[in-house]
């Protein structure tokens, strides 16, 4: 497929913007897949109350446009030599807004906000809930459809965006209003996003951020209307579901002086597996950054799940569907953040070496759950905890405490993935910025008895949202062309296996893992109904 302005000529560029739970950027790509400009600003996360997180669509939009303008300012190039936009967005972060002025009825509920576990708990609960999976078990038995087998074992989640939203129509007089009267509309960052590039053209999303909502059916590849009706959200609000790589159309020429198309939406850990090349069957991408998300290639097959792995669409470019299974662990960067403004240490460089400094972590077991723990725990009431402090702890423990509870969260989700999906792994590829830390990379390959690799550019998000638009437009020619523009990557080796090949893992921490999923259990539960 040709250029749409100018054939590639001249110098041309694709531009991508990843807009994440703690940052938004934006890099300008060249044919080489070089970072040639980049800009980045923080986003302000709001806590209006115990376990509400939100952020403001205002400060998003405008964080946006500043980004955009300066990695292009940064590159030292013009906008006219920017062949396609791609967007990277965190996932189920939602709000919504008035379908004729665009202006949104509430902030963005964030996809940590925990204001609907009680309502996700009491309907895990429901006789209702016993039904459907008992009636769906039944029709499994008879006509043996794997979807089906998916809703008898269908649980939800706070992190899913269902029940925030139900919350937000109950609670919010003018959305329920405006539901009623179809003049409601729903989004994620993405489409809020492309409502505001567009003005107020486009109202879509792609499948990769749909499958994220838990709202969206992955063997039917369309909204579910039974889950929809059964908690009473109007069909109407939702946007409509397009290929990740697909002509969005263009921005507005008032926004950056002249229209540039808008060639990829892609949700975050999507887009970081399609950056990492992960385009075989078994290929695993694991990020750490806010938080750790495991995903495996799973082929053309959704998954289906009994300890709380989530089939997701990974992306569909043509007719062309590719699934992904994803575990995932809340608190990652977020436990390192906190540990930070303790004063535990100045800089996150140091707490690799802080960790080595010592020979364990004194017996202090650190639980990462500020916001409760995910698959295969699933215990959204669990507390973070310290445990077993003495008078000999010390910083380098704590820190070590915590640099293993993220390697230790990494075992659980690999062990897991190993015991549902039954498919074998290829090869492992870890990214985000906790994936800098040598200490939890290093351990993370000992847990596992296998080779990890870490790419130079850690920041995959933006890249896979940037391969995605470029193919769109014909700046590349196809995945082989991108794998081969991968750099050379860190290999970690599992201690004692010369070529990483799969070994059993490092049999010193079995003691260490055993202390550690004891204080799991007994920060289960903590936070009561």
């Known amino acids: 497929m040709g250029s749409h302005r100018n054939g590639f000529t001249k110098e041309s560029f694709i531009l991508s913007v990843d807009v994440g739970t703690t940052s938004i950027r934006c890099h300008v790509y060249d044919k080489e897949a070089e970072i040639r400009g980049s800009c980045s600003t923080m986003v302000v996360p709001l806590y209006p109350e115990v376990g509400h997180v939100e952020m403001d669509p205002e400060a998003i939009w405008e964080g946006f ?5 300066g990695a292009v300012q940064d590159a030292g190039v013009h906008m006219r030599q920017i062949e396609a936009l791609g967007i990277s967005t965190q996932r189920a972060t939602f709000t919504t ?8 009825f509430h902030n963005f509920i964030s996809w940590q906000d925990q204001r609907a576990a009680d309502l996700v708990k009491s309907w895990n609960r429901s006789c209702t809930m016993t039904a459907i ?3 769906m078990k039944v029709l499994y038995f008879f006509t043996r459809q794997k979807r089906l087998l998916s809703a008898s074992r269908l649980v939800f989640s706070p992190q899913h965006v269902t ?5 937000a129509l109950t609670h919010y007089k003018q959305v329920h209003q405006a539901a009623t009267k179809g003049n409601c509309c729903f989004g994620t960052i993405d489409t809020w996003l492309l409502f505001k590039l567009t003005k107020g053209k486009v109202h879509a999303t792609d499948y990769s951020n749909a499958s994220s909502t838990g709202i969206f059916d992955a063997f039917q590849m369309c909204w579910s209307g039974f889950l929809s009706s059964m908690v009473s959200i109007p069909l109407s609000i939702f946007p409509k579901v397009e290929n990740t790589s697909y002509d969005f159309g263009y921005t507005d020429p008032s926004i950056f002086g002249l229209p540039i198309p808008i060639m990829s939406v892609i949700a975050d850990q999507q887009a970081a597996m399609f950056g990492e090349c992960c385009f075989d069957v078994g290929d695993v991408k694991i990020t750490m ?6 995903d495996i290639n799973t082929g053309n097959t959704p998954h289906t799940s009994s300890a709380g792995l989530y089939p997701l669409v990974g992306w ?8 992904l299974a994803e575990g995932n662990a809340a608190d990652t960067g977020t436990a390192i953040k906190w540990a930070q403004e303790l004063e535990l240490f100045s800089d996150v460089q140091e707490t690799s070496d802080m960790a080595y400094s010592v020979s364990d972590s004194d017996g202090v077991c650190f639980v990462p759950s500020f916001n409760g723990l995910q698959a295969p ?3 959204p009431k669990a507390c973070a905890s310290l445990m077993g402090l003495k008078p000999s702890t010390t910083k380098s423990h704590l820190i070590r405490a915590i640099l293993e509870s993220v390697a230790f969260r990494n075992k659980q989700l690999y062990d897991t993935t190993l015991r549902e999906t039954h498919i074998p792994i290829t090869k492992i590829r870890v990214d985000g910025g906790v994936s800098t830390n040598n200490f939890v990379m290093q351990l993370t390959a000992d847990l596992f008895g296998r080779k990890v690799s870490r790419p130079h550019h850690y920041e995959m998000s933006c890249l896979g949202a940037a391969f995605v638009a470029g193919l769109g437009v014909g700046y590349w020619s196809s995945r082989e062309e991108l794998k081969k523009l991968q750099r050379a990557d860190d290999a970690f080796l599992p201690k004692g296996v010369p070529n990483g090949s799969a070994s059993s893992p490092s049999r010193e921490y079995i003691p260490v893992i055993q202390s550690w999923e004891k204080a799991l259990r007994r920060s289960m539960n903590w936070y009561k109904p």
Do not use: A, C, H
């Not at 950054?289 to 495991?294: A, D, L, N």
């Not at 569909?316 to 699934?323: A, M, R």
């Open 97 to 104: 807004w008035d379908r004729r002025t665009g202006i949104p």
């Open 163 to 167: 029940f925030r939203l139900v919350w």
């Open 377 to 379: 725990l699933n215990d």
């Open 133 to 135: 999976q008992g009636v």
């Open 316 to 323: 569909k470019i043509g007719s062309e569907v590719v699934y």
């Open 289 to 294: 950054g806010t938080g750790t998300f495991m």
């Open 65 to 69: 446009i500043t980004v955009v303008k």
